[in-house]
């Protein structure tokens, strides 16, 4: 189904006077009797203003001309459907069949529900007691979930009329369950705009669950004794009806998220654990526990263990938003960090929106040297801005961290040059076409960046120290650079050319590329090719231990070397240790400790239970 209607702002300021306008041509179309153009001209007019009379005294006039099936072949449903067509010919169809009517009307809320396509006088004078129950409850869970749960007040009212169904319908079948469960799901949609519909959902759903107690009356009233802030009652009744349908374990996964979201994590996991016990592999229980589970103790094996579940067992028919919901906000599990440094703060302060800023000159010093990528952004920025950095280069900064680490900068005293040539236009235009600097979670970034494997090494490596600047006003300085390297390093796990004769999916050579680089000139590239190698380990079990070995090591270097200088990447690496799989709990332990003091209190990843003193070991061995 499609809105054809024009898209400019000025025509959709006012749709009724638009639907004036379409009717104009409806009626000149009419008076020459040229009926195909005078009902597309009163499709649009009731797209733009479904309940406006004069629209329905033309279709009137159209079904007058035409005749009854005339009128209906008027109004084809053709595919793409265009709304206004679909609901002239509801308004047709409901004159001898309402039900069917009503059917396409409902499609129309489901397309669009803020507007009231519904709300017409045929639909308010139907007699429900004419009308099979059964079809009147399928209606009623169609339009549902459309409306939003509450529906806002806006929304309410343009479908208010639906609810009026609802109450004229219950009273006409008294003894049918299904349509007064589906009644209460449907009224306690409309709280914001009669405050009386949670009483009525209630009322109905108990009157449901009573005449016949099955899962889907036991869920409708459970829900509207939740809406209603009775939740252990709610929990009582889902529990019930668990019992009667041991097998129905998504009961279970709604009840866990009604007690995380009481705050009672600890009774929703206990919850889920017994679901899993009863079925194992219940996809729902195994998502809503592993997200529940990383919100109690903010340990990412929990999510690590749902991707391999998900690769283990993929799901075709629905999708399960609960690893989105769990890394959404967090630094490396949905989004790009943000960068840390001093000349970064500088650009903050003139401001990204601030049209003259490359034509301003003037002086700035900074304390010390900071990474080349940021200081890369600043002279672009600010061309004209004298900066001069104190002390001498720090030779863990200027040179690899080891002897076989990636070279990308090259360093004169102080000034970093890029020791590798600017990426093809095809590799620029193929990056920022698809880069941003937020992703639903680690897997799903790596599949994004799956066109950016057609490139070749170099191409990507060079894009990691020319990246394009930012034209998002609304992006922090700095954030869209730090997202093109992410999306760079994890288009090197995708690189064809690296991966040679090799299986798809062996990133032997690409981790072996993100190792030299991480292990290269300290920069914002260490942080993008450690975030590539944690995203290879989330993939591969097989090289988890080797990557839990990179990372502990480069951020354990950083934290010796900040002993004696700053470090402006150790919370990013701190953050990249906390999303590792497996990584040693001693060097988890010391990254929470880190970002704790960072942040006052550590609310990004909250500390995982006590565990067992462990004996003293090294944990990474030197290369």
Avoid at 152 to 166: Q, S
Avoid at 214 to 221: E, I, M, N, Q
Avoid at 429 to 442: A, C, F, I, Q
């Amino acid at each position: 189904m499609n809105d054809e209607r024009p898209a400019g702002d000025e025509q959709r300021n006012d749709p009724v006077a638009q639907a004036h306008g379409e009717l104009s041509l409806a009626r000149i179309a009419l008076a020459e009797d040229d009926l195909g153009h005078a009902a597309s001209h009163v499709a649009g007019a009731i797209a733009w203003a479904p309940g406006l009379p004069e629209a329905h005294e033309l279709l009137a006039a159209l079904v007058a001309r035409a005749g009854d099936e005339g009128a209906l072949e008027l109004f084809p449903v053709e595919q793409p459907a265009f709304i206004g067509a679909v609901v002239a010919r509801a308004h047709l169809q409901g004159r001898h069949d309402p039900m069917g009517g009503l059917r396409m009307l409902a499609q129309a809320t489901r397309f669009d529900a803020a507007q009231p396509w519904a709300d017409v006088s045929w639909v308010r004078a139907i007699e429900p007691r004419r009308l099979d129950p059964e079809d009147l409850a399928r209606l009623f869970v169609a339009v549902m979930p459309s409306l939003g749960d509450p529906a806002e007040r806006a929304v309410a009212l343009a479908n208010e009329v639906y609810l009026d169904l609802a109450r004229r319908a219950t009273t006409a079948h008294p003894g049918h369950a299904l349509l007064h469960g589906a009644a209460a799901g449907l009224a306690r949609r409309f709280t914001a705009l009669t405050p009386g519909a949670l009483a009525e959902a209630v009322r109905w759903g108990a009157h449901g669950h009573r005449l016949r107690p099955d899962k889907l009356t036991s869920v409708w009233y459970a829900y509207a004794l939740k809406a209603d802030g009775r939740l252990d009652t709610a929990l009582q009744v889902m529990r019930q009806a668990w019992q009667a349908q041991p097998g129905e374990v998504d009961l279970c996964a709604d009840m866990a998220n009604w007690l995380a979201e009481a705050g009672r994590l600890d009774e929703a996991v206990d919850l889920l654990d017994a679901a899993m016990r009863r079925v194992p592999d219940y996809d729902c229980a195994v998502h809503t526990a592993a997200r529940l589970r990383f919100q109690r103790d903010g340990d990412v094996r929990h999510l690590v263990a749902l991707v391999d579940f998900m690769r283990k067992h993929p799901v075709t028919s629905h999708e399960h938003a609960d690893l989105d919901g769990a890394c959404r906000g967090r630094p490396w599990l949905s989004m790009v960090g943000g960068p840390a440094e001093s000349v970064i703060n500088l650009l903050h302060q003139v401001g990204r929106a601030n049209q003259d800023r490359r034509d301003m000159s003037g002086t700035a010093t900074v304390s010390a040297l900071e990474v080349p990528s940021a200081l890369a952004v600043v002279r672009r920025e600010l061309p004209g801005l004298e900066l001069t950095i104190e002390g001498p280069p720090p030779p863990s900064m200027v040179g690899p961290q080891r002897p076989d680490g990636r070279v990308l900068w090259l360093y004169d005293g102080l000034i970093a040059r890029p020791a590798v040539p600017p990426p093809s236009r095809r590799a620029r235009e193929l990056l920022d076409g698809l880069v941003w600097p937020s992703w639903p979670n680690p897997v799903a970034a790596y599949d994004q960046a799956l066109p950016l494997g057609q490139l070749g090494a170099d191409d990507l490596v060079s894009l990691l120290v020319h990246p394009s600047p930012g034209t998002d006003e609304k992006l922090p300085d700095g954030v869209w650079e730090r997202a093109c390297q992410a999306y760079a390093c994890l288009g090197l796990l995708h690189c064809e050319e690296l991966r040679g004769g090799a299986e798809p999916g062996d990133t032997r050579r690409s981790r072996a590329l993100l190792t030299a680089i991480a292990f290269g000139m300290e920069d914002w590239t260490t942080e993008s090719a450690l975030f590539a190698l944690v995203v290879a380990a989330w993939l591969d079990p097989a090289c988890r231990e080797e990557v839990r070995g990179i990372v502990g090591r480069r951020f354990l270097d950083a934290m010796e070397q900040s002993r004696e200088r700053v470090v402006t990447i150790r919370e990013a690496l701190a953050e990249l240790v906390l999303v590792t799989p497996q990584m040693v709990p001693e060097v988890s332990a010391l990254a929470r400790d880190l970002l704790a003091r960072r942040d006052g209190e550590d609310e990004t990843f909250p500390p995982p239970p006590a565990a067992e003193p462990a004996k003293k070991r090294r944990w990474f061995g030197r290369r």
